[in-house]
């Protein structure tokens, strides 16, 4: 299919990834020089730099450039998410949380590194995070804009972003019964909240009104939580076509899925009405400009794993 946007001009979303991701690639690897004490900068470079999606950073800087801003000033911002984003799964991935063993194919920070130096290198990825915001130096910016991103990104990791939604997952898998509630909780919180502040403060480096930084907002929580959905759903699809490989996980485990909770078919239906409402925020703005964060969500919907 030709790669159209709703103002109808072709826009080479491959290419705008790849090229953003190896952008925010090398200023991550700036970013943490390897020194002293090497065993900690180590297990920061080795989960930062294995390899993800880079999909918030590359919000960031989409929702930076829809509003007219450079790219140069969302990167420090751009680098912080995926920090944060970093520590989260180094510490998700703990024996005293999910216990996991393989991350993007590669043994977890802990089994690589020990238990001590993965709870540190996840802590100092955190710390770093805001740092990097705080100190960047991104000239001629208002320190007024640091601080709303500062308070922004402290907001979507604590008590009532990242961390509640880890609290009510881990609360919720000793649960008999979850509702859609319960799970949309969750899903908001531990994906859609970073997600958020991902494209909000690039909106707000790059010089966004309120509005703006709204319908941004609105986008990318809808965006978010359609990741979620869709993660539910490929697992079933997945599982049934890997039956036998993978053991049908998602099948028999306990956990909460979308298509568990309502059905195969209305899962696919929600995913198509998120997707609908992310893309109609963006009607606001100038179309070709918006053909970022228009096909990001197209890729979060339709990707095939
Ligand atoms: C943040 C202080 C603090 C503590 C951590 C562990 C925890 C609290 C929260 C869990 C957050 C978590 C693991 C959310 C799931 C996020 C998610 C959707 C991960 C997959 O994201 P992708 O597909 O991954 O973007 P890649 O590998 O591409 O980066």
Known sequence: TMPLNHSGSVFHFEEYMATKAERVNKALDEAVPLRHPLKVHEAMRYSLLAGGKRIRPILCIASCELVGGDESL??????????????????????CMDNDDLRRGKPTN???FG?????????ALLSLA???????????LPPELVVRVVAELGAAVGSDGLVAGQIVDIACEGQQIVDLK????????KTAKLLEASAVCGMIMGGGSMAEVERVRRYARCTGLLFQVVDDILDITKTSEELGKTAGKDLVSDKATYPKLMGLDKAKEFAEKLLAQAKEELLYFDGSKAAPLYHLADYIAHRQN
């Open 110 to 112: 802990h089994k690589a």
């Open 182 to 189: 319960e799970l949309e909780y969750i899903h908001v919180h």
């Open 74 to 95: 969302a990167l420090p911002v751009a680098c912080a998410v995926e920090m944060i984003h970093t520590m989260s799964l180094i510490h998700d991935d703990l024996p």
């Open 115 to 123: 238990e001590a130096i993965a709870v540190l290198a996840g802590d």
């Open 130 to 140: 805001f740092e990097h915001v705080a100190a960047a130096r991104t000239i001629d």
